[in-house]
């Protein structure tokens, strides 16, 4: 006949527990779990002391190999060369997932920098950033599995090489005019005669060519070339996001950046299409860094105080 001291079957109480011992995964079969209740005083607080330091055996010596194993795994997914390969567009303004040249190591520096940095830190691993000018170079390197990682607008173009995760942030999509320029508004872009630079491959691009049935679409690869266009008169607007339009302004003296947006677009963390498990851990890195402020301190490193960041589980389109 069983002890009526002990009872085989577990309570809620200690199937929790054990659970827990389990990793969550539901109870684990040790021994049977003892209930106390029908034990003397002084032998109930012997039990539980027992109990609890077997507990805290199993605790101290499963959590360390746990965290090993999710680490190992995190690793193996995120950076199956040894080291996560962040793909960084750079150019000659900043934004939100653009970095600029520091001008004293020629390195990258900026948002799309500290987010890969703090990717690094989140899962132990080494960082190898590796720079592209342009859309065009970036997307085939990822057709090429070149690279883990990338902080990028979204593109329904470019979702068919990278699947998105999170988007950390939406901007909006204008103009912008070298000095001079007659024209005012929005409206006066789709003529004639006007001549639009856009960076090859990117959102703008796509979006301007079903959008302007007048004007020009004048594709050029880098931003440093658009920059230029404008500035010899070559081309008569650039369209691309505010934050990068309002840079290439004070690199042109009298350019102005038009009000009003003609497209509204969200930069989310992405990662070469068909890996699964690569774009399950760069999700969850980008969710826990809108809130922990990490997104926030890159954005405020970078002079972007007044960009918000996106919601948690805000998706980039």
């Not at 085989?8 to 106390?36: E, H, K, Q, R, W």
């Not at 132990?124 to 592209?132: I, W």
């Not at 607007?237 to 009003?260: C, F, I, M, N, W």
Request: hydrophobic letters at 45%; aromatic letters at 6%; a neutral charge.
């Amino acid at each position: 006949m069983p002890n009526p001291a002990f009872n085989t079957d577990p309570s809620p109480a200690g199937l929790v527990v054990l659970g827990l011992l389990n990793g969550g995964g539901g109870p684990v079969n040790l021994v049977p779990f003892i209930s106390v209740t029908k034990l003397p005083g002084t032998t109930m607080m012997r039990a539980i002391a027992g109990f609890l330091l077997v507990v805290a055996g199993l605790v101290s010596c499963a959590s360390p190999q746990s965290d090993k194993n999710a680490a190992a795994t995190a690793r193996e997914q995120l950076a199956p060369t040894g080291k996560v390969r962040v793909a960084i567009l750079v150019g000659p303004t900043a934004s939100t997932f653009r970095a600029t040249p520091n001008p004293a190591t020629q390195r990258p520096r900026g948002v799309p920098v500290d987010l890969a940095t703090a990717l690094g830190d989140r899962f132990a691993v080494s960082v190898e950033q590796l720079p592209y000018s342009n859309y065009p170079d970036l997307l085939n390197a990822a057709a090429r599995n070149e690279w883990d990682v990338t902080f990028i607008p979204f593109d329904e173009e470019r979702a068919k090489v990278m699947d998105y995760g999170p988007a950390y942030h939406f901007f909006e999509f204008t103009y912008l005019v070298p000095s001079g320029s007659p024209i005012r508004d929005h409206s006066e872009i789709d003529r004639p005669g006007v001549r639009v630079a856009v960076a090859e491959g990117s959102v703008t691009a796509s979006n301007r060519e079903k959008a302007l049935k007048n004007a020009t679409l004048v594709r050029i690869k880098t931003l440093v070339e658009i920059r230029e266009q404008l500035r010899a008169g070559k081309v008569d607007a650039a369209a691309a996001s505010r934050e990068t339009l309002v840079g290439l302004a004070e690199q042109l003296p009298g350019a102005r950046v038009l009000d009003g947006r003609f497209h509204f677009e969200g930069v989310a963390v992405a990662v070469p299409r068909g890996r699964p498990g690569t774009l399950a851990y760069a999700s969850e890195f980008m969710e826990s860094a809108k809130a922990t402020g990490v997104v926030r301190a890159a954005f405020d490193n970078a002079g972007f105080v007044d960009a918000v960041v996106a919601p948690a589980g805000s998706r980039p389109h």
